[in-house]
T-cell receptor, first 115, second 112 residues
Framework: DTGVSQDPRHKITKRGQNVTFRCDPI?????LYWYRQTLGQGPEFLTY????????KSRLLSDRFSAERPKGSFSTLEIQRTEQGDSAMYLC?????????????FGQGTRLTVV | DQQVKQNSPSLSVQEGRISILNCDYT??????FLWYKKYPAEGPTFLIS?????DKNEDGRFTVFLNKSAKHLSLHIVPSQPGDSAVYFC???????????FGTGTRLKVLA
């Protein structure tokens, strides 16, 4: 399978705990995105990487959130001191390195439940 | 500020008929538009896109129409099939950014 891979698919955690999600993009894609989706809403942008550089970050990404892409390949999203409002589907996407507009391909997501 | 709006939360269509999903946007800088389909517990799947220099793009049963003056786009599915039942999101992006802005989605149900 050469699609975008996310791990884990589901995570249940207690409030106050830290969680980390992993995303493996499509191999030749240098652009990587993190989105969050809650019930009844569309995906909301969190952050964007081009290779290992984090070029854009949403105001939604509070200080408790951090994302990395250390070698320009896989990425991790960490949430510290989780709150119930963090419960959502966390989606990773990647796209090709081209100057033309192109589509982003999404992974299956990690569903986080904070209890 | 919802820059991309899908005002119909749901739509039901008979199998074999046309499904028309609508999307409005407010930011005239958007120059690329996309439609995604999403099944429960899965990530969105890319369907079709259109650049702002075009007014129509077709791919099999799917056609996207863009009306720039009205800041409106629509997705036509002909003929509709039960497997098309899903939530459809439109998204937009403009040059100089890499942030896709999504609408809130329309749930399509195709009745057999």
């Amino acid at each position: 399978d050469t699609g975008v891979s996310q791990d884990p698919r589901h995570k249940i955690t207690k409030r106050g705990q830290n969680v980390t999600f992993r995303c493996d993009p499509i191999s030749e894609h240098n652009r990587l995105y993190w989105y969050r989706q809650t019930l009844g809403q569309g995906p909301e942008f969190l952050t964007y990487f081009q290779n290992e550089a984090q070029l854009e970050k949403s105001r939604l990404l509070s200080d408790r959130f951090s994302a990395e892409r250390p070698k320009g390949s896989f990425s991790t999203l960490e949430i510290q001191r989780t709150e119930q409002g963090d419960s959502a589907m966390y989606l990773c996407a990647s796209s090709r390195p081209t100057g033309r507009r192109t589509e982003a391909f999404f992974g299956q997501g990690t569903r986080l439940t904070v209890v | 500020d919802q820059q991309v709006k899908q005002n119909s939360p749901s739509l039901s269509v008979q199998e074999g008929r046309i499904s028309i999903l609508n999307c409005d946007y407010t930011n005239s800088m958007f120059d690329y538009f996309l439609w995604y389909k999403k099944y429960p517990a899965e990530g969105p799947t890319f369907l079709i896109s259109i650049s702002s220099i075009k007014d129509k793009n077709e791919d099999g049963r799917f056609t996207v129409f863009l009306n720039k003056s009205a800041k409106h786009l629509s997705l036509h599915i002909v003929p509709s099939q039960p497997g098309d039942s899903a939530v459809y999101f439109c998204a937009a992006i403009y040059s100089g950014t890499y942030k896709y802005i999504f609408g809130t989605g329309t749930r399509l149900k195709v009745l057999a």
